[in-house]
């Protein structure tokens, strides 16, 4: 008996992880953990702390004072009715308080950057340093949310998205001093070194609801979940095209759910990253247990992970996604030698696209840099069940490891393409298994040889 029940332990064992459900098991976690924000019972209108919905009075002191309003009272909802809430700075928010936007309601930010001063403690690509406050923050918090069908206007199409092209040298610095340690302290840019905040920053966060507003004209990403735990983005919807507007990013966090989403952005609608070389490994805390699902995706890449992931990231499920326009890409996972880390127990179920240049790409050699360092990324565990796309401009299946870390354990099933350019690149990957699945049109029935054939064949034995 003993000798049986070990046998069929090994079997199981041997089996692909969707064999034994372990996605099943990571849905059904995630579901019972994450319960986003307490919302207070005590409600309070905007207007009362001398906010006007005109479009043209700088609200910012009233949004401030419903803050320290809500803090003092153990926590409120501030209801933003229907209006043009103009605002010259950001809001900080403060535990136990929901910001309910309501069908009509508008933030209108004024993107002067002078406004985001003073500095606040903050990420930026991956590395921790001092800069702009975004526009919403929250620091340390419980139990956040902002709620209702109205709209955040970034209003950045003509300052802090025109800053792309001079972030260069602010972004080397940035980097340089993540990779010698530099104290925080140090870490001071913020004006002189154009860096773009992000719209909305959780940092450090428990317990958040981000449901059903819309966003456009962010300066930077859009909702940005920096060390948080516990958060529910359901229902969002965008118009967010300006340079590197990420619909959602999720980084060093754990317990999120995104749900029933609506992205139109102009770049990836869900990242999920770690950190950056020193300061991911620093840090030492991953991204896990993130379930996507039910969402529409139309952008620069649907679900991406990386490239600033060096503490890692696990545990993610991606399922019932579909297209609502273009995406370069379906799903896209890079890192390279200079990140370390790992991406590992990956799930990507029921998926459909439209047109992409390729459908499926993990990389360990994104951009081509670091080849020369050791910092090789452990990639693992990725199972694919049910994902297609109407025509592939590139490749659709792309696994690309190095000699010193092949990506293993990949499970290809119910993969389907009409049109392909290139059905498949694999390289430095080991036990990769594929099931019903077909890059370009699907093969019928044989035909049978007939007399022109064997005429053929004697011509050519000729």
Known sequence: MQRLKSLLMLMVLAMPLWAVGEQDLL???????????????????????????????????????????????????????????????????????CLDLQEGA?????????????????????????????????????????????????????????????????????RDMNHRGAPLAERRFGEGHYLRPQLIQLYGCQRVTLEDFFMQEAPFWCVHLLCSENVVCRGLRYDAKLTNNDGIDVESSCNVLIEDIHFNNGDDNVAIKSGRDNDGWTLASPSANILMRRCHLKGLHGLVIGSEMSAGVENVLMEDCDFAGYCKRGVYVKTNPDRGGFVRNLYINNVRLGEVLDLFYVTSQYAGEGLDNHHFTTVENIQVNGLSADKVNGTALVLQGTPQKPIKNVSFRNVSVGEVQNGLSFEHTEAVTMENCFLGPRVGVPSQASAKDGLFVNDRAK
């Not at 919905?53 to 009272?73: E, I, S």
């Open 27 to 97: 849905r059904d976690k995630i579901l019972a953990e994450v319960t986003g924000a307490t919302i207070s019972d005590r409600v309070v209108g905007i207007e009362k702390f001398g906010a006007r919905g005109d479009g043209r009075k700088d609200c910012k002191p009233a949004f401030d004072k419903a803050m320290k309003y809500a803090q003092r009272k153990g926590g409120a909802r501030v209801v933003v009715p229907k209006g043009v809430w103009r605002l010259c700075g950001p809001i900080h928010l403060v535990s136990n308080v």
């Open 106 to 174: 508008v933030l209108s930010f004024d993107a002067t950057p002078h406004y985001y001063l003073p500095m606040v403690e903050t990420s930026w690509e991956g590395t921790f340093l001092w800069n702009y406050s975004p526009f919403i923050y929250g620091h340390n918090l419980h139990d956040v949310a902002i709620i209702g069908k109205g709209v955040i206007d970034g209003n950045s199409a003509d300052t802090f998205s025109a800053w792309h092209s001079q972030q260069k040298a602010g972004r080397q610095l940035s």
